[in-house]
Nanobody, 123 residues
Framework: QVQLVESGGGLVQTGGSLRLSCAASGRTFTNYYMTWFRQVPGKEREFVAAVNWKGNFVWYSDSVKGRFTISRDNANNTVYLQMNSLKSEDTAVYYC????????????????WGKGTLVTVSS
């Protein structure tokens, strides 16, 4: 089992920044690709970003590329999502997920999930 706890969400104005954190415990953190997803009510959970175990390969959705940065600190079992130039359409609950295989970034393929943290971007 891997337990994931997200933090850092909140209310921010358009154009502002937030950094989300996801603290992991349980099984070996470096066994997993770490990902961020987001979801708004009535919509499917959407892939945002992923990072491999070493932190030297990253993937982003087109909607956040160039604005968001995913990183990980394996010494502290934590993954981060730095979000800059936030837009109203970034408003969502953000979830951290661990993926053992890293073959796809489908929410159906993630192995463990956190409970999410709410990000609200207001104009």
């Amino acid at each position: 089992q891997v337990q994931l706890v997200e933090s850092g969400g909140g209310l921010v104005q358009t154009g502002g920044s937030l950094r989300l954190s996801c603290a992991a415990s349980g099984r070996t953190f470096t066994n997993y690709y770490m990902t961020w997803f987001r979801q708004v009510p009535g919509k499917e959970r959407e892939f945002v970003a992923a990072v491999n175990w070493k932190g030297n390969f990253v993937w982003y959705s087109d909607s956040v590329k160039g604005r968001f940065t995913i990183s990980r600190d394996n010494a502290n079992n934590t993954v981060y999502l730095q979000m800059n130039s936030l837009k109203s359409e970034d408003t969502a609950v953000y979830y951290c997920a661990a993926d053992l295989e890293g073959r796809t970034w489908s929410s159906n393929d993630m192995d463990y999930w956190g409970k999410g943290t709410l990000v609200t971007v207001s104009s």
